[in-house]
């Protein structure tokens, strides 16, 4: 039987089938489908939607903070065709995210969560985009599209356990180590180690959650993952036309930041690099430990005790809050 919340307007044949919903779903007649769209297209890229319950657009849910603006994107969605490339250039070109993420005490207190859009977005990246940023950086990210799922680095006995030993943890190798979070393979009970801040996937869930766990620091600091992108990356540094450390320093800022290091970053920096390099080169046990983790062959011409440091300061550059923070 028809449901009553669908106009009869919305009917193209009088045995409903699920094209006549998807035709509902789309209608003039429906802004729902737009809206709740629009809305997560906007916490995505502003950390919280104009209506921030964005799991609840019902009676329950908060009203949004810009009903006009909602109701503008929602419709220019709908009539530019359902461009999504299209909402979300005009998202992130727009004058309210453009703007610095800088506030004050007097902003902080007139409009705590940024509801107002006085300033632009600021919070913490989710691991799955820390990970894939950290490969990029690196050089190791591949970049396929599309392929079968993958099982990259992962602690010993997790599935083991979730599962009482019935279901074993089989790690690939080569590229697939290397591909986007998007194609690691995940187990309902038990998610990927390396993504510390998703859900159990129990049920949907529309509104991300950003804590700080110990698990982030956990992971951007030891993980192997994160050990061998900066492996990686300190040998692309090493590679590079810069031969100085300044120059060297100012590389990986590139590389990561896109910016060159400020004089007072180059002043804390520049002498923690040196004590790195005289620790590796009186331990040179320690280097080669360092230098030995993830499955990536590197350059054996490279003197360990240098690369070691510049693994350390690359590792230090990962975890920076510039490099953890959209801002």
């Given at each position: 039987?028809?449901?009553?919340?669908?106009?009869?307007?919305?009917?193209?044949?009088?045995?409903?089938?699920?094209?006549?919903?998807?035709?509902?779903?789309?209608?003039?007649?429906?802004?729902?489908?737009?809206?709740?769209?629009?809305?997560?297209?906007?916490?995505?890229?502003?950390?919280?939607?104009?209506?921030?319950?964005?799991?609840?657009?019902?009676?329950?849910?908060?009203?949004?903070?810009?009903?006009?603006?909602?109701?503008?994107?929602?419709?220019?969605?709908?009539?530019?065709?359902?461009?999504?490339?299209?909402?979300?250039?005009?998202?992130?070109?727009?004058?309210?995210?453009?703007?610095?993420?800088?506030?004050?005490?007097?902003?902080?207190?007139?409009?705590?969560?940024?509801?107002?859009?006085?300033?632009?977005?600021?919070?913490?990246?989710?691991?799955?985009?820390?990970?894939?940023?950290?490969?990029?950086?690196?050089?190791?990210?591949?970049?396929q599209i599309g392929g079968p799922p993958v099982n990259p680095y992962q602690p010993p006995g997790i599935w083991e356990e979730a599962t009482?030993?019935?279901?074993?943890?089989?790690?690939?190798?080569?590229?697939?180590?290397?591909?986007?979070?998007?194609?690691?393979?995940?187990?309902?009970?038990?998610?990927?180690?390396?993504?510390?801040?998703?859900?159990?996937?129990?049920?949907?869930?529309?509104?991300?959650?950003?804590?700080?766990?110990?698990?982030?620091?956990?992971?951007?600091?030891?993980?192997?993952?994160?050990?061998?992108?900066?492996?990686?990356?300190?040998?692309?540094?090493?590679?590079?036309?810069?031969?100085?450390?300044?120059?060297?320093?100012?590389?990986?800022?590139?590389?990561?930041?896109?910016?060159?290091?400020?004089?007072?970053?180059?002043?804390?920096?520049?002498p923690s690099l040196q004590s790195l390099t005289a620790h590796y080169t009186q331990d040179q046990p320690d280097?080669?430990?360092?230098?030995?983790?993830?499955?990536?062959?590197?350059?054996?011409?490279?003197?360990?005790?240098?690369?070691?440091?510049?693994?350390?300061?690359?590792?230090?550059?990962?975890?920076?809050?510039?490099?953890?923070?959209?801002?």
């Amino acid at each position: 039987s028809q449901p009553s919340s669908i106009p009869q307007s919305a009917i193209r044949n009088p045995q409903l089938n699920r094209l006549d919903l998807a035709h509902f779903l789309t209608s003039p007649t429906n802004p729902l489908t737009a809206r709740v769209t629009v809305n997560r297209y906007w916490q995505q890229f502003f950390g919280v939607g104009l209506v921030k319950t964005s799991e609840d657009f019902g009676l329950q849910g908060e009203p949004p903070s810009n009903q006009p603006l909602l109701d503008y994107l929602a419709v220019d969605f709908r009539t530019h065709n359902w461009d999504v490339k299209r909402i979300q250039r005009l998202l992130v070109t727009s004058a309210a995210y453009r703007q610095s993420s800088k506030t004050s005490a007097e902003l902080q207190e007139r409009d705590p969560e940024d509801r107002l859009l006085e300033r632009a977005p600021r919070f913490r990246l989710p691991s799955v985009i820390l990970r894939d940023q950290a490969l990029a950086a690196s050089g190791l990210l591949v970049e396929q599209i599309g392929g079968p799922p993958v099982n990259p680095y992962q602690p010993p006995g997790i599935w083991e356990e979730a599962t009482f030993n019935e279901i074993k943890f089989v790690q690939d190798h080569g590229p697939s180590l290397y591909r986007r979070g998007l194609y690691t393979f995940w187990r309902r009970i038990v998610g990927p180690t390396e993504f510390f801040d998703s859900s159990s996937r129990s049920n949907c869930v529309v509104r991300p959650s950003r804590t700080n766990t110990p698990l982030h620091a956990l992971t951007t600091l030891n993980d192997p993952t994160f050990i061998e992108a900066a492996r990686t990356m300190a040998q692309r540094v090493l590679e590079s036309p810069a031969t100085t450390p300044s120059d060297r320093i100012a590389y990986a800022y590139k590389l990561l930041l896109c910016r060159p290091p400020t004089d007072k970053e180059l002043s804390v920096l520049l002498p923690s690099l040196q004590s790195l390099t005289a620790h590796y080169t009186q331990d040179q046990p320690d280097a080669l430990k360092l230098l030995s983790i993830g499955e990536s062959k590197r350059n054996s011409k490279l003197d360990p005790s240098t690369h070691a440091a510049y693994t350390t300061l690359c590792l230090t550059l990962l975890n920076l809050d510039e490099t953890l923070t959209k801002e």
